[in-house]
């Protein structure tokens, strides 16, 4: 009973505060949220129940052991996080909705009252995220819409286990459980670049961690081709999104920056097909490079990979000890933005220098 008024006061709460224009948008997302929460049923109880599908229920004893292995061995807190489970009968949780200018790199934003500000804005409905990109994109604006399998709600409710990702390969479930719970253990507001790389960093590093602790030099060695790949890819998208920047900054006119713009997403098309060729025809990017790239979507990149460089200088630099990182973190989250940015973003941009350079041996 007192979770479920909770559950309304802040449904309440959410409603009062928004304002007349975003009522709608706030509706849906309580709605939403109060939906999914309603339908949980505790992991226990699946286990204990003879009809579990078999799948189901070795997926979910995994999640219970990536639990415990997140407690006990990354510091991180559960604290009753991904201990039920929704079948919510579709394929995302919510859709998100990004934008940026059509000749910007300035990602638009959006303010809730629990997260602060964030660059994108979710719906529970496929229909209503496109339905308001359709809005952004009569303003002349780059949009992506993106469906997400997971989110955090920091602590605030204990988020369960949904059908959207619980049968993700194992290396890709820990990865996730690892990054969700990292939001719990230091997220700041206004900031999603710093919180995302480091839920990055943790989950990076917790997967090799859990993959070691399994004694399968198999699927260690496949994890670190996949990091590999995916360094890659980042490092990619983010030298084609730099000369973006330097286009716009640019004293060209706005139509031949539109010109060059296309120019410069093409080219980052043709190098993805050629690194798809080097690792022989396969690539987990094929669906994101089949989107109109635009500043929206190559600004989600940034968001989850941007200080990841920094941050793992640090932790490396805190001999990979994870209390020391934490609080490492936790100094920089006291800091101003402008303060904390600037040390990680030149931190970030000496190591992509020395990790370029080629190796000598």
């Known amino acids: 009973m007192k979770q479920h008024l909770r559950y309304l006061s802040l449904a309440t709460l959410l409603f009062v505060l928004s304002g007349c224009s975003s009522i709608s948008y706030y509706q849906q997302a309580a709605a939403g949220h109060l939906s999914l929460m309603s339908q949980r049923q505790s992991i226990d109880k699946h286990l204990a129940n003879p009809a579990t599908p078999k799948r189901l229920r070795n997926q979910l004893k995994k999640i219970t052991a990536l639990r415990h292995f997140a407690e006990q061995e990354l510091v991180l807190r559960s604290n009753g996080q ?3 489970y929704v079948d919510l009968k579709r394929p995302y949780v919510v859709w998100n909705v990004f934008a940026a200018p059509e000749l910007s790199l300035q990602s638009k934003s959006w303010c809730y009252l629990i997260v602060g500000c964030a660059g994108y804005r979710g719906y529970y409905s496929q229909q209503d995220a496109h339905k308001y990109a359709k809005k952004l994109q009569a303003k002349n604006m780059d949009v992506y819409v993106a469906g997400i399998t997971a989110y955090s ?80 890819f ?55 490079f089949e989107k109109d790239l635009n500043n929206a979507q190559l600004n989600t990149v940034a968001t989850y990979h941007d200080l990841v460089p920094a941050l793992q200088t640090l932790l490396a630099k805190d001999q990979y000890d994870l209390n020391a990182f934490y609080r490492t973190c936790q100094t920089l989250a006291d800091q101003t933005t402008e303060i904390r940015n600037n040390y990680l973003s030149d931190l970030s941009s000496v190591q992509r220098a020395i990790d370029s350079q080629p190796s000598t041996f």
């Open 234 to 288: 980042v490092d990619l998208v983010l030298n084609y999104r730099q000369q973006l920047a330097t286009l716009y900054d640019s004293d060209l006119n706005d139509d031949l920056k539109r010109i060059e713009k296309i120019r410069i997403t093409n080219a980052l098309r043709h190098d993805h097909q050629q690194l798809k060729m080097d690792w022989g025809g396969q690539s987990n990017y094929d669906s994101w």
């Open 82 to 84: 991904y201990s039920s």
């Open 153 to 232: 709600t920091l602590g605030w409710f204990n988020d369960p286990v949904l059908n959207t990702f619980v049968y993700k390969s194992d290396t890709q479930l820990a990865k996730l459980i690892f990054h969700e719970l990292a939001h719990q253990r230091l997220y700041v507001k206004n900031d999603s670049v710093f919180n995302e790389s480091f839920a990055t960093v943790i989950a990076h590093e917790g997967v090799k961690r859990w993959l070691l602790s399994q004694n399968d030099p198999n699927s260690y060695e496949q994890f670190l081709q996949e990091q590999h790949r995916e360094k890659v």
